[in-house]
């Protein structure tokens, strides 16, 4: 490694590929982009540009976002031909993001094949949580073959525990939940800064209303949808992965900065309702951890919101739960009143720093290979 290494950060989506850029030595950012990809000649484009910055850039590491990484992989993973099966095989449980995740993966293989590439999983970080947080009140069998609680936005919420004790103190330790509300959503309960319990499940479609994805529903309105309906399973996926959350419910849009500038009463509804559901999973989540010492907003909306922030803890009133409305309103960073029996923050999330850590933490030949 030299001064001008650098450390380069891939998150492939179905719509965008976001990068970041570091240097290896320091982990200062050098740049930051995200491309949004229409088609194919953009998506061959955007990857050309990816390529010709490895060229350019003296890039000696890099780390992929990898959606999901199974039962198998509790840690970020140095990618080889035998981890990349692997993760292939896993496709089918996170059908909309493994395969892009993977293109990128094997387009960088395909053209550096002896560049340090390492997978960093969404589920790792969850791994760990107790069997009754992991499985369903479905079949053995089923549970068996993987079909399980696996939980997602693992890169945010491993940097968020790694940063609480800087805004928390010791309170870091205890029952803490981390509020992700960005476009995707989703809650982790940690204790000692562990993952506990988690709202998204087999895939990142349950738990929280989100900004296009429904989140958890009777179950039953699926079996209507097809049965009564005669709706495709492709039907209904689009449905609730697409046509519904916040852009369902307003008729208007997913996009909460909008909807809160919108003066139609279907988005103050379909805000009112994300607020809601947030309030009542994280009442939920607090039986798993035995309390609330901490709540962390984070993500877009999280750290973007005062008035999310406001509503959601509005609902929690009744866990002692209270805001100090001047201190919500400038999104700064600890926003409890002294009398709250918990303590509220705003911490900005930064997923893309803690995948380069990871890449830092393998290039230093810290980091195990699956055999
Ligand atoms: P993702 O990375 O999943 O695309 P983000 O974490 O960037 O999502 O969050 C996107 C969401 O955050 C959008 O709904 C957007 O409207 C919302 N958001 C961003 N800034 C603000 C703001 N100032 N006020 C309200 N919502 C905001």
Not at 18 to 43: F, G, P
Not at 48 to 60: A, E, F, M, P, R
Not at 75 to 104: G, W
Not at 325 to 354: C, F, G, P, R, W
Request: net charge negative.
């Amino acid at each position: 490694m030299t001064e001008e290494s650098t450390i380069l950060i891939i998150n492939a989506g179905s719509s965008t590929i976001k990068y970041a850029l570091y240097k290896a030595n320091d982990l200062s950012v050098l740049k930051r982009k995200t491309l949004e990809i229409q088609n194919k000649d953009e998506y061959e484009a955007a990857f050309q540009g990816i390529l010709k910055l490895i060229d350019d850039n003296n890039v000696v590491g890099i780390g992929h976002r990898v959606v999901h990484g199974g039962r198998k992989y509790a840690e970020p993973q140095k990618i080889d031909a035998h981890v990349l099966s692997d993760l292939e095989d896993l496709t089918q449980l996170a059908p909309l993001h493994q395969p892009h995740n993977l293109k990128a993966v094997k387009l960088v293989l395909d053209k550096y094949p002896d560049l340090l590439q390492v997978a960093c999983f969404d589920t790792a970080f969850h791994q760990g949580k107790p069997r009754l947080n992991q499985i369903f009140p479905i079949p053995r069998a089923m549970t068996d073959e993987g079909i399980i609680r696996y939980g997602f936005h693992g890169s945010s919420y491993e940097y968020i525990a790694s940063v609480l004790p800087q805004y928390a103190g010791k309170t870091a330790n205890g029952s803490v939940i981390v509020a992700h509300l960005g476009s995707g959503a989703s809650l982790c309960a940690m204790k000692n800064r562990k993952s506990i319990a988690t709202t998204m499940g087999v895939t990142a479609l349950g738990g929280l209303m989100m900004s296009t994805r429904a989140g958890d529903i009777d179950p039953g309105v699926i079996l209507y949808l097809m049965e009564q309906k005669g709706m495709s399973a492709e039907d209904v996926s689009e449905v609730l992965y697409k046509k519904s959350g916040l852009k369902g419910v307003s008729g208007l849009t997913g996009d909460m900065r909008d909807l809160e500038k919108s003066k139609a009463p279907e988005a103050a509804e379909a805000i009112d309702l994300f607020c809601l559901q947030a309030a009542k999973h994280i009442a939920s989540l607090t039986v798993d951890i035995g309390g609330l010492d901490a709540l962390v907003f984070t993500a877009g909306i999280g750290e973007n919101s005062p008035a999310v922030r406001q509503k959601i803890c509005e609902h929690l009133q009744h866990l002692g739960i209270s805001v100090d409305n001047a201190k919500n309103k400038t999104n700064s960073s600890k926003i409890y009143t002294d009398d709250s029996t918990a303590q509220v923050y705003v911490i900005k999330t930064n997923e893309e720093l803690m995948m380069a850590q990871h890449v830092e933490t393998a290039l230093q030949n810290k980091l195990s290979i699956a055999i």
